[in-house]
């Protein structure tokens, strides 16, 4: 009889609350593991999306991704976002095989899941630099290190909304 290893499903890779992931990246990092943590809204996956995360996963050992919930995402992109509700943005992206955790907040910014979770590198799409980014201070205090992944920005949501609503006029 052989036996074959489960693999580790979607569904295991997702901490709706980052409390109960803190311990688990604390032990990885002490371990010698680099955690890459990123962070957005992801509506609508994207290839733009896909690009920066696996570059972000290049950077790595790990990459943790920290989705918006619905209400700072609604409070970030206005009335009527997101289109895709938490549980199952989170689920999409718990299904690619580069990304090893995904978690949720509900801040504005990603300064709280920051410093509980306290990563070794903090992914940020190219549209950002260090001078804009508006956790700047947090990983000045944490000694996190900011790296600009993806290519440059012409993929957005936004974009997305736009053509379909195009299509429904014609």
């Known amino acids: 009889m052989v036996v074959v290893p489960k693999k580790q499903r979607s569904k295991d890779k997702i901490f709706a609350d980052r409390k109960t ?3 688990i990246l604390s032990g990885l990092k002490a371990s010698g593991k680099c955690i890459v943590l990123t962070n957005g809204v992801f509506d609508l996956l994207h290839v733009g999306h ?3 995360l696996e570059d972000a996963r290049s ?11 619905d209400k700072s995402a609604e409070a970030l992109k206005g009335k009527g ?3 895709v509700a938490a549980d ?14 995904v978690t949720t907040f509900d801040e504005a910014t990603a300064d709280a899941v920051l410093e509980h979770l306290k990563p070794n590198l903090y992914a940020k799409g190219s549209d ?6 508006p956790e700047k201070d947090t990983l000045k205090a944490h000694d996190i290190k ?12 936004t974009k997305l ?9 014609k």
């Not at 199952?88 to 955790?101: G, I, T």
């Not at 950002?128 to 980014?133: E, S, V, W």
């Not at 053509?163 to 429904?168: A, G, M, N, S, Y």
């Open 81 to 83: 976002h997101p289109i």
């Open 128 to 133: 950002y630099t260090l001078k804009t980014l």
């Open 59 to 69: 950077r790595g050992d790990l990459l943790v991704v920290a989705i918006n919930s």
């Open 21 to 23: 992931l803190a311990p």
């Open 146 to 157: 900011a790296v600009f992944v993806g290519d440059k920005k012409s993929h957005s949501t």
């Open 88 to 101: 199952e943005r989170m689920e999409v992206l718990a299904a690619l095989s580069f990304v090893d955790y």
């Open 161 to 169: 909304i736009q053509q379909i609503q195009k299509l429904k006029k």
């Open 50 to 52: 896909t690009r920066c």
